[in-house]
């Protein structure tokens, strides 16, 4: 079997202000001391010696949670980048106020979530569910078929860990999920021989792990 761990990011000051981040990397996505506590919180529930290697978001907050994670192993721990672990691209509305966008876009978010509906990201020039999935999904089954029995560590964000987990599922613009909460895991199963994929855990803080 291949597990797959998956960490958000810990609370960003966009996080705070309730900025849409998308792929924004500038000083406002970046984590506040409250995130790194997250983060180091997740960490003391974490036996890293059981992870073969961890694969990061290359903006700047998943390097910063991930330079955490790695605190005392990061000698001994293969780390790579990955491009297709960044956010979802939200267009026009990247870096602006959720609040502002639902007064004049209400038919645009979720009622209960509060999230932008499948339907809306690409109307804003940014990415589909699908497209963030078919990237993710290539990912999956590199590391599937790469590393077959490993436990991997990936560090990325939000939606991109909602919809690899919808993905588990079978699942593509679904609404049942909301994003995982930050420094959360999300732990998903895929058996090399047969592809079948489990997802174990969702948005797991130190109490659920």
Do not use: C
């Not at 506590?37 to 694969?55: C, F, P, W």
């Not at 910063?64 to 956010?87: M, N």
């Not at 990415?127 to 999956?140: D, F, M, P, T, W």
């Not at 909602?162 to 998903?188: C, D, H, I, V, Y």
Request: aromatic share 6%; no cysteine; hydrophobic share 35%.
């Amino acid at each position: 079997m291949t597990t797959i761990d998956w960490v958000r990011h810990g609370q960003t000051h966009a996080n705070v202000s309730h900025m849409i981040q998308g792929q924004l990397d500038t000083a406002v996505t970046l984590m506040t001391s409250t995130g790194e506590r997250q983060v180091q919180d997740l960490l003391a529930h974490l036996e890293m010696t059981d992870y073969n290697r961890i694969v990061v978001s290359p903006l700047q907050r998943t390097r910063q949670t991930a330079a955490i994670l790695t605190t005392g192993s990061a000698d001994t721990l293969p780390l790579t980048l990955d491009q297709r672990l960044v956010e979802g691209d939200y267009g026009d509305w990247t870096g602006q106020s959720t609040a502002e966008l639902q007064k004049r876009y209400p038919d645009a978010f979720d009622p209960l979530t509060h999230e932008v509906l499948p339907d809306w990201l690409p109307r804003t020039g940014g990415e589909s569910y699908r497209q963030i999935q078919a990237r993710v999904g290539q990912l999956v089954a590199e590391l599937v078929v790469d590393h077959p029995y490993e436990h991997i560590l990936v560090v990325s964000h939000g939606l991109t860990i909602k919809l690899a987990a919808l993905l588990m599922l079978g699942l593509g613009t679904s609404q049942a999920l909301p994003e995982p909460r930050n420094a959360s895991l999300t732990r998903m199963t895929v058996d090399p021989a047969t592809g079948h994929r489990y997802l174990r855990g969702y948005s797991l803080t130190r109490l659920g792990l």
